[in-house]
């Protein structure tokens, strides 16, 4: 018999190819590069969470970069954790805060990390399942960013336009979100994983829609979930879209590891920009996921 997984993976062969840019297999319900899933196995085995440490951990183009950026801006600024950071003026998101997956253990399965100075700041697409259990027991403290799937959706489908300078049919790209055949999808089950993790001691459950809606507030919230004072409105104006964007010009054409270049990540920034491409049909598609997915759960995102 076996899982329920494995009996669906029986059903229907694990592997995919993905819009553009090459095979997935699905592994433990997600579906990701062969690469990310070795990565992933390295991490369990040899990632060992301080207590200081700050994991960031979000499903692709749901705030990840901001994330980056305000965690990065919020320990320089802080008056009660000595950091010497470096300016992001000179330096993009990325460049600041390493993938578990890419940067440390999908470059070297064994990486010690116990060089990295303290506090240390990881980032993450990977589901909470697939990290080590002791992310979670360890004092380290995990921040998770989620978005409205349409506007998450969109986001994701014009970086694949731009970066591969090809329109993909939005109509497909749309039925592969919807059946999760995306970088670390499917986003439902992702979001709901660190969802039913938020009231545990050390995780924050925040979202792009609070962040624009009151961005000093929820720079706050983040300031003080990891024990910081810190100069909340520099943070807020360092991070905000118009000035990452305009930083992320002035470096040039800097190319992050995935060959997507760094002023890519910056777009359009808003909420609701769904509504310019995706029809009522889709719209009603992804409610009906979400109801059939969190049903109970008390999570929505303001979709219903
Ligand atoms: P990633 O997972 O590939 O790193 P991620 O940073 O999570 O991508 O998401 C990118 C989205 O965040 C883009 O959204 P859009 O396509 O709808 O425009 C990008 O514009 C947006 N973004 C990046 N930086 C900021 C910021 N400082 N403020 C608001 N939105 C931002």
């Known amino acids: 018999m076996g899982t329920p997984q494995q009996q669906e993976d029986r059903l229907s062969p694990p592997e995919a190819k993905w819009w553009v840019d090459g095979q997935r297999i699905r592994h433990k319900g997600f579906w990701f590069k062969p690469e990310f899933i070795t990565a992933s196995e ?10 200081s440490d700050i994991i960031l951990a979000s499903f692709p183009k749901t705030g990840t970069t901001w994330l980056k950026a305000l965690t990065f801006s919020i320990l320089r600024h802080s008056s009660t954790i000595h950091d010497d950071r470096d300016h992001l003026d000179n330096l ?14 999908g470059e070297n399965p064994s990486k010690d990390t116990t060089k990295i100075s303290c506090p240390r ?6 589901p909470l399942s697939f990290l080590p259990d002791t992310v979670m027991t360890s004092g380290s403290k995990v921040i998770y960013i989620t978005r409205h799937p349409a506007d998450t959706f969109v986001s994701l489908w014009h970086l694949y336009n731009n970066k591969f300078g090809t329109e993909i049919s939005i109509q497909e790209a749309f039925d592969d979100f919807c059946k999760g055949i995306v970088p670390a999808g499917p986003y439902f089950e992702h979001v709901l994983e660190f ?15 609070e962040l624009k809606g009151k961005p000093e507030e929820n720079v706050k919230r983040i300031a003080d979930f990891l024990g910081c004072k810190t100069m909340v409105e520099k943070v807020v ?5 118009e000035n990452l964007r305009g930083a992320s010009k002035e470096t040039g054409e800097g190319v992050h590891w995935s060959g997507t270049k760094y002023k890519m990540f910056f777009r359009k920034g ?4 769904w509504k310019n491409h995706l029809t009522q049909e889709m719209m009603k598609e ?13 999570l929505d995102l303001n979709i219903f």
């Open 121 to 126: 700041v990881f980032n993450t697409h990977l």
């Open 195 to 209: 969802w039913e993790a938020r009231d545990r001691d050390g995780v924050l459950f925040l979202t792009y829609e």
């Open 92 to 105: 993009n998101p990325h460049e600041v805060v390493p993938f578990l997956e890419i940067e440390l253990f």
């Open 270 to 273: 808003v909420v609701g920009d």
């Open 237 to 241: 104006k360092e991070c905000s879209f």
């Open 286 to 298: 992804l409610e009906d996921i979400a109801e059939m997915k969190w049903r109970g759960s008390g």
């Open 42 to 51: 390295a991490i369990r085995a040899h990632y060992t969470p301080l207590p």
